[in-house]
Every structure is written in structure tokens, then in C-alpha cells.
């Protein structure tokens, strides 16, 4: 079977190949893949940023993706060949403090699909049964593939946030990710204000504004100067960060009402240097929120068959064969989201 393949510890390093389709084994499910998109964190192991430098390559890319199940293991129950399915990222060991605490997600063992084993890149993946989750047929295969980035969001802004209806929101970041946030969101019946720079008005910021979404080029105009102009206001009362980047940080701390609150969602692949005595001054709440559970996934997939999110502005289709050429689009912003159809 064809599989995008992370060969080398290096900036690149990918090769797409022909490998073995994997064996499965009495508890787990085969999975014929037909769309997988590219993920941040994806991003940051082509680059083999220092987050990321726990990979072992080989390794089969990518977490986010969807696919009918091919066959089914001997003890398997639930699941039947034709099913359509999407997998989730985490797996766990389902004994540490963290599994027994109900926290799965952030498994004090955990392994992410794509980096510390294969992933969804490929034409067949097999799973054990618990990670995976129908969607129904209202859903497109492509829709579908959004669902674990959504959970992501439905985890960051429903759990571990404290946003409340009508607060004005900060996103910074344009990516797909910050855009997805935003749409979360307004879901919570929120204000949503999304902030990027100059290199996103190319792509980025259009399909923020194009979704209804107020958008701040801090290049171009000062944040507080909009806030003031649209909300009467030089503050938010919240900031989901996106982008990962340590000036933003810094920003959401300066633009934060007093008893705010801060989450922080990207990966930042630089240390952060900020002014920390201006949150405890401001009692600024700072919290963080990693991937996502079972119940998450369950969430996105009924908030995406609700038509509650837009997602086809952010994807880009591909060949398998061109993955080096989407990464390399992705990063370059030229486009917001590669998808592979395979």
C-alpha cells in the first residue's frame, strides 16, 4: 500500500512508499482510509522542530483522517465491514494515574498516531476498536476528516475554557486551527476576533473574513484601536492562542481584561520570554488544553453533522504522491489545510 513516510530526522525527510499493509490482529479493525489532511503538529515533525524531536523515524505520518472499516478482528464487536469511521489520535495505556483519573488524553504513556507510531497516511491503517467512532452518512469522507481537529477545539474551548456568552474572544492565529477556534466560538455564543499578520492576508485572513469572522491584521492596525472602534473596549475578556508563536503570548497577556483568562492551544517550538508579574497583577487565568477524549470526538462529529462549522474554505486536495509539495504549500501559507485522497 502507498504511505507518506517520515524517514529521517531532518527539516523534510519524508518519502512516499510502498509498504506492507499491517496485519491486524484479534481486537483490532481495518481501516481503508480515504481522506487524511495535515495538522500543525504534522508541520512541526516535517520541520523535526525541537518539539518533535521524539520521533523515531520510520515512521507513517499523520492522526487526522476518515475511512470505512475493511475488516474486523475475531473479538471485535460494535463495528462491521463498511462501516465509516474516524480514529483517534491518542492511544493510551489505560493504567497510569492519569487513564484512571479519566484523563486518557494525556496519558502519562501516551503515543500520538503519526509520531511515536504509524499513522493515518496511508491506504490502510488497523486499529483497536475503542479508538474508533462512526459518523453517519450526512457526513462526507472529507467532512470527516475534520472531526479530530474539531474535538481539538471542542476540548479547548468548551472544557478548559472559561469563555461565556457574549465575551469578545481574541483568537491569534489564522490557521486552520484559529479559524476552526473561532467557529467553536461563536458556538458558545461568543464574539470571536481573530488576529494574524501580514503573511496571512494572502489566504488566511480572506477565508476568516469570508466565514463572517471579524479579523485583525496587527500589521496593519492596532488591536486595541479595533477593539475600541467595534466593542467600545481596549480588551477582550478572552484569548484562545493558536499560532504558537511567543509574541502572541506576550500580546494576549497586554490584551486581556483583569480576571481574564488565556488558553493556550498551539505548540510553541521557541521558548517564550513574557512579563508574567502583569498576569499575576491582573489575575489572569492561564490555562492549557492538549488534544483531546472519547467524548470530545463525539461532540465534533454531531457539532459537524449539525452544519454548525464550515470547513471546505480550509481544505486543499492532494495526490499522496505530492506530499512534499502540500507541506511545503502548507507552509509557505499558500494553502490553509492540505487533504490527501486516497
Not at 31 to 40: E, F, K, L, N
Not at 43 to 50: F, G, L, N, Q, R
Not at 168 to 194: C, D, F, H, S, Y
Not at 251 to 258: M, N, Q, S, W
Request: proline share 6%.
Amino acid at each position: 500500500m502507498k504511505a507518506i513516510v517520515k524517514k529521517e530526522k531532518k527539516f523534510g525527510g519524508i518519502e512516499v512508499t510502498e509498504v506492507p499493509i499491517p496485519d491486524m490482529d484479534h481486537d483490532e479493525v481495518l481501516v481503508r482510509m480515504h481522506h487524511a489532511s495535515i495538522c500543525g503538529s504534522d508541520i512541526h515533525a516535517y520541520h523535526y522542530a525541537p518539539t518533535h524531536h521524539f520521533i523515531e523515524p520510520p515512521v507513517i505520518m499523520g492522526h487526522e483522517g476518515s475511512g470505512h472499516v475493511e475488516k474486523v478482528g475475531s473479538s471485535v464487536t460494535g463495528f462491521r465491514p463498511g462501516d465509516r469511521v474516524v480514529i483517534e489520535a491518542i492511544q493510551y495505556c489505560g493504567v497510569c494515574e492519569s487513564c484512571m483519573k479519566g484523563k486518557r488524553h494525556i496519558c502519562n504513556r501516551f503515543q500520538i498516531r503519526g509520531m511515536h507510531r504509524d499513522g493515518v497516511f496511508s491506504e490502510y491503517v488497523a486499529v483497536k476498536a475503542p479508538y474508533l467512532h462512526k459518523f453517519p452518512e450526512s457526513l462526507s469522507y472529507a467532512q470527516a476528516s475534520l472531526v479530530e481537529p474539531v474535538s481539538v477545539l471542542t476540548h479547548a474551548v468548551l472544557d478548559r475554557s472559561a469563555i461565556g456568552a457574549g465575551d469578545v474572544v481574541l483568537i491569534t492565529g489564522p490557521g486552520p486551527i484559529g479559524i476552526l477556534g473561532a467557529q467553536m466560538v461563536k458556538i458558545a455564543g461568543a464574539e470571536p476576533v481573530v488576529v494574524g499578520v501580514e503573511a496571512d492576508e494572502a489566504v488566511r485572513m480572506p477565508i476568516s473574513r469570508s466565514l463572517g469572522i471579524k479579523t485583525i491584521n496587527a500589521d496593519r492596525e492596532s488591536i486595541p484601536e479595533f477593539l475600541i472602534k467595534h466593542y467600545n473596549r481596549e480588551t477582550v475578556h478572552a484569548v484562545v492562542e493558536c499560532s504558537g508563536a511567543p509574541s502572541a503570548f506576550r500580546t494576549a497577556l497586554d490584551l486581556v481584561v483583569k480576571g481574564g483568562n488565556i488558553t493556550l492551544v498551539g505548540l510553541f517550538a521557541k521558548l517564550v520570554e513574557a512579563n508574567l508579574s502583569n498576569a499575576v497583577r491582573k489575575e489572569i487565568s492561564i490555562h492549557t488544553s492538549f488534544s483531546s477524549d472519547w467524548e470530545n470526538f463525539e461532540r465534533a462529529i454531531k457539532l459537524l453533522d449539525r452544519g454548525l462549522f464550515q470547513i471546505d474554505p480550509l481544505v486543499a486536495h492532494y495526490r499522496p504522491d505530492d506530499a512534499i509539495q502540500a507541506f511545503e504549500d502548507a507552509i509557505a501559507k499558500k494553502v490553509p489545510k492540505p487533504m490527501f485522497d486516497f
